[in-house]
């Protein structure tokens, strides 16, 4: 393996969308509440995509010196196990995204105030304690909650927050069905490794409550998503055409199905895949809907 392919996989590309729809959702609410700007925009996709980065540098490191990442782990090959990427480099290469999010969280605080700093300092103090430090959290079921808070709650009311310093009903409301949605992409990834992350040591949610459990809490996230993006919008609480997200329901249906019935790699593997396509589908349209359609 190249060197540069080694770094784009261990930037693990297929989680990236995961940063950006939250950005694009809180960017579609600006529109359509008549306050968007690019810059603010632009940076916090860049602080937003490079904090990402630097959680799967990270996980990658930490993982490798906690021996959680070994021969029998199944899923794309990690590079500091595999000696690929030295823990010298991946340590520097995790500096190097947190200063890239830094920057642009200073134009942030600039532009929206000191909100953005508070904001910026917890998520990357979150990233390093999910599985660094004496007492990781991720090894210790606690890893949905921080996705669902970091990755749905305050990433979509931060992306909104940033154009106008407010933070609308509407932008807490969406930002429910996409910390679902992004939640499920760890539940999915979760219950693929979940035997190799009992043998490591490694106590996730999957792991506590066991696969068929598992399976239930990967259900209810993505079917979840979908009724709290119907309720909401019946409800008038956010934009009419935001429902247009519903009739990407039955491409759930596939994953949902394959969770219930497949325990192999390859498939869990699709399933992670086809849930962060899933995630950015839903964001595009709630970010459309929002856009077009203010309440």
């Not at 600006?30 to 630097?54: K, S």
């Not at 759930?252 to 962060?276: D, H």
């Amino acid at each position: 393996m190249n060197r540069r392919r080694a770094w784009w996989q261990a930037a693990r590309p297929h989680t990236l969308p995961a940063a950006a729809t939250p950005v694009l959702v809180g960017g579609g609410l600006a529109i359509g509440d008549d306050v968007f700007r690019w810059g603010p925009f632009l940076a916090a996709m860049i602080g937003a995509l490079a904090i990402q980065v630097a959680a799967n540098y990270t996980n990658d490191l930490s993982d490798a010196r906690k021996g959680a990442d070994t021969e029998q782990r199944i899923g794309p090959q990690r590079m500091v196990a595999s000696g690929v990427i030295s823990e010298r480099q991946m340590t520097l290469a995790t500096v190097a995204a947190f200063a890239a999010a830094s920057v642009a969280g200073v134009y942030l605080i600039v532009e929206a105030g000191w909100v953005i700093a508070a904001i910026g300092i917890t998520s990357i103090a979150a990233t390093v304690g999910y599985v660094g430090g004496p007492r990781p959290y991720g090894y210790r079921g606690l890893g949905e909650v921080f996705v669902f808070v970091f990755f749905g709650l305050v990433a979509t009311v931060g992306s909104r927050y940033v154009h106008d310093r407010t933070a609308p009903l509407d932008a807490w409301l969406l930002a429910i069905p996409i910390g679902f949605l992004v939640t499920a992409i760890l539940v999915a990834n979760n219950v693929r490794d979940i035997e190799t992350d009992a043998s490591a040591g490694k106590r996730t949610l999957a792991v506590i409550i066991g696969r068929e459990r598992t399976r239930t809490l990967f259900a209810l996230l993505v079917f979840g998503s979908f009724l709290a993006i119907a309720l909401f919008g019946l409800a008038g609480w956010t934009a009419t055409p935001t429902m247009f997200a519903i009739f990407l329901m039955p491409f759930s249906a596939g994953l949902v199905r394959t969770v219930y019935s497949r325990t192999e790699g390859p498939a869990l593997i699709r399933v992670l895949k086809g849930t962060a396509r899933l995630h950015l589908l839903v964001g595009v349209v709630l970010a459309a809907g929002a856009a077009v359609g203010a309440v």
